[in-house]
């Protein structure tokens, strides 16, 4: 196997910190994403290498195993068990006839990776161990338009299409696992899973907090005063509200089931809450000078 060097991949220094390697992460995912190359096979590759660089330098676990056993670094544990049972064994021939040979060692290990018939070893297939696929992390970013209704989108992750249902009302920072579809099995073992993060973009009016929208709305003076309507926006359209008379600046009002859809519950919405801010009227007229000067003397 081609050793690759994950430090390389990513532009980073081998004493580089957690922080540093999800910056260079973030910054190469962005340039060569396939939603932003398509039909280029180089950045294609390119983005497959930084995810699986990512996927292994990004794990403390994952990157002392790589630090120390290179390419090799998936077996790991593999060959930390070997090494326990070959000593193990060893002491068990010495404790049971005083020596123990060379050429005796050997044959106890190959016959333990493929080489006979006497050994063993736990998830073995025809002699070889079988190794479960590596586990793969990518990062789709969406606007939060975009996950205000369940849709589809196909993603192209190390080289295969992921025809990927989207559910309304996924949340920022949310995991999602995609069985099967990380890195390939080893001598038949189980291939990894995929692992999406979901970055939501909010370049809207609204802020989200998990399932309820806030918004602020203008409210003329005269409005507030004397109450009326007002048509305000809500996430999916426009809202006519009945404002009451003497109304405060900074009221809120809550409009339930007018918020976000709630993750996997078809029809369920939480709720939106609408602050009032009262607009002071500016370039009053003289006679509007003179009115309200009448209703402070009235007050």
Known sequence: MRFIDYYTILGVDKNASESDIKKAYRKLARK?????????????????EINEANEVLSHPENRKKYDKYGKDWQHSEAFEEAQRQQQSQRAQYQSSSGRFSEEDFSDFFSSMFGG????GFRGQSHGHPKFRGQDYNAELQLDLEDVYKTHKRTLTVNGKNIRLTIPAGVRNGQIIRIKGYGGEGINGGPNGDLHIKF???????????????????????????????????AFDGKLKLKVKPETQNGTKVKLKGKGFP??????QFGDLYVTYHIKTPTNLSEKEKVLFEELAKLR
Do not use: M, Q, W
């Open 116 to 119: 006979g018939t006497g050994g």
């Open 32 to 48: 060569y994403h396939p939603d932003l190359n398509p039909n280029d096979k180089e950045a294609e590759k390119k983005f497959k």
């Open 262 to 267: 709630v993750y996997k519950k078809e029809g």
């Open 199 to 233: 970055s939501i973009n909010n370049h809207s009016k609204f802020k989200r907090d998990h399932n309820n929208l806030y918004s602020d709305v203008d409210l003329d003076l005269y409005t507030a005063v004397l109450g009326g309507e007002v048509l305000i926006d």
